[in-house]
């Protein structure tokens, strides 16, 4: 098991041992869910409200790590190896900055989560597009469409593309701590609109062959 993989492991276990030395002061049914507008609209038990996201941060990093190997092309993840490991620890980051602010919010603390929430999901982003930049064609990870799959050509072209239009989304919504009542749509429109343009550009790389 290389470093990264240990590192992982590590920080995995040290969200179970956040869990357990908070789990005494959480009340008993936790905020779990905030809709666009930043209020409670979910709950969940004092059990799962703590020890849910540790067990998603567990079973993603064994996902990562474990289907690649899976992968027909799996001899193309050796090309962006190294950027891929980094994206892992960045979904690991990610989640485990949500789970510090529903265990705050539910101690008590006054925190507008969609406001803390949006410049997280701008720098993941950011990170997804340069995975793109350098992915590979793979069946795991990246744009994944009939015409990228088929064609490596196509994939190059395509993930380019992904790399500026998701490195643009992750800017929007990191700026978007500066009006967080509008974040939530503009990234949402700008998600559909992106996947809408990527799919239709593979298509079109592929037909002009």
Request: aromatic letters at 22%; a positive charge; charged letters at 15%.
């Amino acid at each position: 098991m290389d470093k990264m993989k240990i590192i992982l492991f590590i920080l995995v276990l040290l969200t179970f041992v956040v869990g357990i030395v908070i789990y005494p002061y959480m009340p008993g049914t936790v905020a779990s869910h905030w809709n666009a507008a930043g209020e409670v609209d979910g709950h969940m038990s004092k059990f799962w409200g703590v020890f849910l996201m540790p067990i998603i941060c567990l079973v993603c990093i064994l996902l990562f790590i474990f289907i690649p190997k899976m992968d027909p092309l799996k001899k193309n993840f050796k090309a962006f190896e190294k950027e891929f490991n980094l994206f892992i620890l960045v979904i690991f980051l990610f989640f485990f900055y949500i789970y510090l602010l529903t265990i705050f919010w539910n101690l008590g603390y006054d925190l507008n989560i969609g406001k803390y929430i949006t410049p997280a999901f701008g720098i993941l982003f950011i990170f997804v597009g340069l995975l793109l930049r350098k992915a590979k064609r793979n069946y795991f990870v990246g744009i994944r469409t009939p015409w990228t799959l088929a064609n490596d050509k196509v994939w190059d072209k395509t993930h380019q593309l992904g790399f500026k239009l998701f490195v643009i989304i992750g800017v929007v919504c990191f700026l978007g701590i500066f009006f967080p009542e509008y974040t939530f749509y503009i990234f949402i429109g700008l998600v559909l609109l992106v996947t809408g343009v990527l799919f239709l550009y593979s298509y079109l790389i592929y037909r002009r062959g």
